[in-house]
């Protein structure tokens, strides 16, 4: 079945360092792929997204591109802040309109 | 526009006790999911709906597990009895609609946090 793997945290940076947390699939087809956050004490909430190979998602200075080679879309931020601290999860849907699955999570701590 | 709305946020119990826990989408969102949530996991999908028809419940444990969505609105998750395994965080989440191969956003709820000791 599909699945997801991402980079296990936490990752703990300093602030305006930059970001990368890997994120590995397997499926069969061409899945759609997510990045969804998490901030303390909220719901999940879409980060940004990529339906096809060779697209960029991007949002609020993060980026991912869909790597059908690789089976990747590593999240990546230039320059992160403190208000980045949150927890980050890799998800896909499959083309045959299956639901969602989830990746555990990536936890970042952005330090002053 | 008022979020996914969930309640209780926190709840702890016995095991063998009873728990149900409701969700009010945001308003004209057809699909609603249940999903569990347990500490370092990713969310797991539980129970899908389109409406008041259930589209997806295989990953709904329905010895103990039940969900409905009266009306196609509200919807409520019980489990009865609890056991120790089931101490999770509680998403409901909400779509305009989810059907084949076209992709409507999910908005999340804060989430139940359910303890059960």
């Known amino acids: 079945g599909n699945s997801v793997t991402q980079m296990e945290g936490p990752v703990t940076l300093s602030e305006e360092a930059f970001l990368t947390i890997n994120c590995t699939y397997t499926?069969?087809?061409?899945?759609?792929l997510f990045w969804y956050v998490q901030y303390p004490g909220e719901g999940l909430q879409l980060l940004l997204k990529?339906?096809?190979?060779?697209d960029k998602g991007s949002n609020k200075g993060f980026e991912a591109t869909y790597r059908k080679e690789t089976t990747s879309f590593h999240l990546e931020k230039g320059s992160v802040q403190v208000s980045d601290s949150a927890v980050y999860f890799c998800a896909l849907r499959g083309n045959y309109g299956q639901n969602f699955v989830f990746g555990p999570g990536t936890r970042l701590s952005v330090l002053p | 526009e008022a979020g996914v709305a969930q309640s209780p946020r926190y709840k702890i119990i016995e095991k063998r006790q009873s728990v149900a826990f409701w969700c009010n989408p945001i308003?004209?969102?057809?699909?609603l999911y249940w999903y569990q949530q347990i500490l370092g996991q990713g969310p797991k999908l539980l129970i899908q709906?389109?409406?008041?028809?259930?589209?997806?419940d295989s990953q709904l444990p329905k010895d103990r597990f039940s969900a409905e969505r009266l009306k196609g609105v509200d919807s409520t998750l019980k489990i009865q009895p609890a056991k120790l395994e089931d101490s999770a965080v509680y998403l409901c989440?909400?779509?305009?609609?989810?059907?084949?191969?076209?992709?409507?956003?999910?908005?999340f709820g804060p989430g139940t946090r359910l303890t059960v000791l």
């Open positions: 709906f389109q409406n008041n028809g259930v589209v997806d």
């Open positions: 990529a339906t096809k190979a060779d």
């Open positions: 989440a909400s779509s305009l609609v989810s059907a084949g191969l076209n992709y409507n956003e999910q908005f």
């Open positions: 308003s004209g969102h057809a699909t």
């Open positions: 499926a069969t087809g061409y899945p759609s």
